[in-house]
């Protein structure tokens, strides 16, 4: 009987204000993947990605087992401009639906970090809630029940590559320990569920300053997330897209007024936290 996996993984959202290539979230938008013995290799969606074994979810897969005579069926909600993880998950994908295909037990986060280039995205791709990478390791820990995130995603791409060419190799020590100092605060907030101390916790000096004039307009709503309601906001990983942060009951009320500021230049998504990392299922 031939075999059919079914593989889901939810977007992410790295950084979180202070945490730079250490904290990330997973993002209720998921990328399915489903993969079948057909005798036949294929690539089957309707994403503008390659369908060869140039694709990056394939790339991942045949790191630990060919994908001769197999059909991947991929489709996605993960918005592909920039920030919400979409080349992370489908290097997640690809190494999940090739461990369980293989029955391999491979290390998968430290294989997908090493493809990534960074833990943080993966990590929480692969585990779901939020994640603190050290140590070639990610701690994982649930979202508090009363947060909520929206996303703002600017219809412009902005290539990693130049987000990271916009960060200096030195920073102030008075800028370390701002970042030291709010990472502490955040963490402290989510894992007692103090939203307060969550609001607190989002502020940065290490990247999103030197990465304003990229786009401008993401730079500004973080400025303003809290006069809409927000208990705040950070850019997602190098950007453009921006994770607003509320309470539940804020929810409505601050994705109106995004929707206002965003006309025309970016769309305004609900988006909870995810606590549900990488799925698999048998068919």
Same mark, same amino acid.
């Given at each position: 009987?031939?075999?059919?996996?079914?593989?889901?993984?939810?977007?992410?959202?790295?950084?979180?204000? @202070?945490?730079? *290539?250490?904290?990330?979230?997973?993002?209720?938008?998921?990328?399915?993947?489903?993969?079948?013995? !057909?005798?036949?290799?294929?690539?089957?969606?309707?994403?503008?990605?390659?369908?060869?074994?140039? #694709?990056?979810?394939?790339?991942?897969?045949?790191?630990?087992? @060919? $994908?001769?005579? +197999?059909?991947?069926?991929?489709?996605?909600?993960?918005?592909?401009? =920039?920030?919400?993880?979409?080349? %992370? %998950?489908?290097?997640?994908?690809? /190494?999940?639906?090739?461990?369980?295909?293989?029955?391999?037990?491979?290390?998968?986060?430290?294989?997908?970090?090493?493809?990534?280039?960074? @833990?943080? #995205?993966?990590?929480?791709? /692969?585990?779901?809630?939020?994640?603190?990478?050290?140590?070639?390791?990610?701690?994982?820990?649930?979202?508090?029940?009363?947060?909520?995130?929206?996303?703002?995603?600017?219809?412009?791409?902005?290539?990693?590559?130049?987000?990271?060419?916009? +960060?200096? $190799? !030195?920073?102030?020590?008075? *800028?370390?320990?701002? #970042?030291? %100092?709010?990472?502490?605060? +955040?963490?402290?907030? +989510?894992?007692?569920?103090?939203?307060?101390?969550?609001?607190?916790?989002?502020?940065?000096?290490?990247?999103?300053?030197?990465?304003?004039?990229?786009?401008?307009?993401?730079?500004?709503?973080?400025?303003?997330?809290?006069?809409? =309601?927000?208990?705040?906001?950070?850019?997602?990983?190098?950007?453009?897209?921006?994770?607003?942060?509320?309470?539940?009951?804020?929810?409505?009320?601050?994705?109106?007024?995004?929707?206002?500021?965003?006309? =025309?230049?970016?769309?305004?998504?609900?988006?909870?936290?995810?606590?549900? =990392? %990488?799925?698999?299922?048998? /068919?």
């Amino acid at each position: 009987m031939h075999r059919r996996r079914l593989i889901r993984v939810p977007a992410s959202s790295a950084n979180l204000g @202070p945490g730079f *290539d250490a904290f990330a979230a997973a993002v209720a938008f998921h990328l399915d993947v489903e993969v079948e013995e !057909t005798g036949t290799f294929a690539v089957e969606t309707d994403l503008p990605v390659p369908r060869d074994r140039s #694709n990056l979810l394939v790339r991942a897969f045949e790191r630990l087992a @060919p $994908a001769d005579g +197999l059909t991947f069926r991929v489709s996605s909600t993960i918005p592909m401009s =920039g920030g919400l993880g979409s080349s %992370a %998950a489908a290097v997640v994908a690809g /190494l999940v639906a090739a461990d369980h295909l293989f029955e391999l037990d491979a290390d998968l986060l430290a294989l997908a970090t090493e493809i990534e280039g960074h @833990p943080d #995205n993966v990590a929480a791709a /692969l585990r779901g809630g939020f994640v603190v990478c050290a140590d070639g390791d990610a701690v994982r820990f649930d979202p508090p029940d009363a947060l909520e995130a929206l996303v703002v995603v600017p219809g412009e791409a902005v290539h990693t590559a130049h987000a990271r060419q916009a +960060l200096p $190799a !030195t920073v102030p020590m008075a *800028d370390a320990v701002f #970042n030291v %100092a709010h990472g502490a605060l +955040l963490m402290l907030g +989510l894992a007692t569920g103090d939203l307060d101390l969550v609001g607190r916790g989002l502020a940065d000096r290490l990247h999103q300053p030197h990465r304003e004039p990229l786009y401008p307009r993401s730079a500004e709503i973080v400025r303003e997330a809290r006069s809409l =309601g927000a208990i705040g906001a950070t850019i997602s990983g190098a950007g453009p897209t921006v994770l607003v942060w509320t309470t539940v009951e804020q929810a409505f009320g601050v994705h109106a007024a995004l929707q206002q500021r965003a006309r =025309g230049w970016a769309t305004v998504h609900r988006a909870s936290f995810e606590p549900v =990392g %990488a799925d698999v299922r048998e /068919l």
